[in-house]
């Protein structure tokens, strides 16, 4: 089983060459983006999809955490392991919008910012690649079966799931611009921050969890 241990340490161009196939990659698992043009009712659908994910604070700092993991943990898990979130939350989208009950989704959702949190505070880069997809994949389905559930009755489908997996794939975007930018600054604060950063993530999912936030 192969590692994704590298260092986390990416020049703007150098990380332009490295996410410019697998953005593509990540817009292509969406439905097409003409959906929102398309009519009142799918522009309508786009504008809920897209603003569900930055309207909670649990949604926000998942997403930002996915991609501070992938950062950390560097090489193909940069793309892959948002990817492997955005793929599974359209399947939990899928079924939040059938109606197919997931059970424990709040408490999932709470849990995905604890266990994010702690694989970012943690900053172990030898997380096999398969077990940290495999990890999201897992939370990704809770996230987007809310997302899918509070449809709004009158919105397009295909333009709401576009609207919240771009939103989600622009959250997994700057997660990765943090995780880069803490890496640059030198490998003795870094770790630290990262710690910091994740402990803070943490924390606060074990804040939704007991409804403290």
């Known amino acids: 089983m192969s590692f994704v241990g590298q260092s986390s340490s990416v020049g703007p161009s150098s990380l332009a060459r490295r996410l ?6 990540l817009f292509a698992l969406s439905p ?7 009519g009142v009712g799918d522009t309508h659908g786009f504008v809920h999809g897209f603003l569900h994910p930055i309207g909670g604070i649990d949604h926000i ?9 992938a950062a950390n943990l560097g090489g193909r898990a940069l793309w892959a ?21 997931v059970p424990f989704v709040e408490i999932g959702i709470a849990a995905s910012v604890i266990a ?38 009158d919105a397009s489908g295909a333009g709401y799931a576009a ?21 640059r600054i030198g490998e003795n604060r870094a770790p630290h921050l990262t710690r910091i950063v994740g402990a803070f993530v ?4 074990v804040g939704l969890l007991t409804g403290v936030l």
């Open 20 to 25: 410019r196939g697998p953005l593509a990659g």
């Open 32 to 38: 097409s983006l003409a959906f929102a043009h398309t």
């Open 61 to 69: 700092l998942a997403m930002v955490a996915v991609g501070i993991f």
């Open 81 to 101: 392991v948002p990817a492997a979130f955005v793929t599974l939350m359209a399947v939990g989208g899928a079924l939040g919008m059938s109606g197919i009950e």
């Open 116 to 153: 994010l949190g702690a694989a970012v505070a943690l900053d172990w880069k030898e997380w096999p690649l398969g077990l940290a997809m495999a990890m999201v994949g897992f939370f990704a389905i809770f996230h987007g079966h809310a997302h899918g559930a509070e449809m709004p009755p």
């Open 163 to 183: 609207g919240f997996m771009l939103a989600t794939a622009l959250l997994h975007l700057a997660g990765i611009g943090i995780g880069i930018a803490i890496g």
């Open 202 to 205: 943490a924390v606060a999912g």
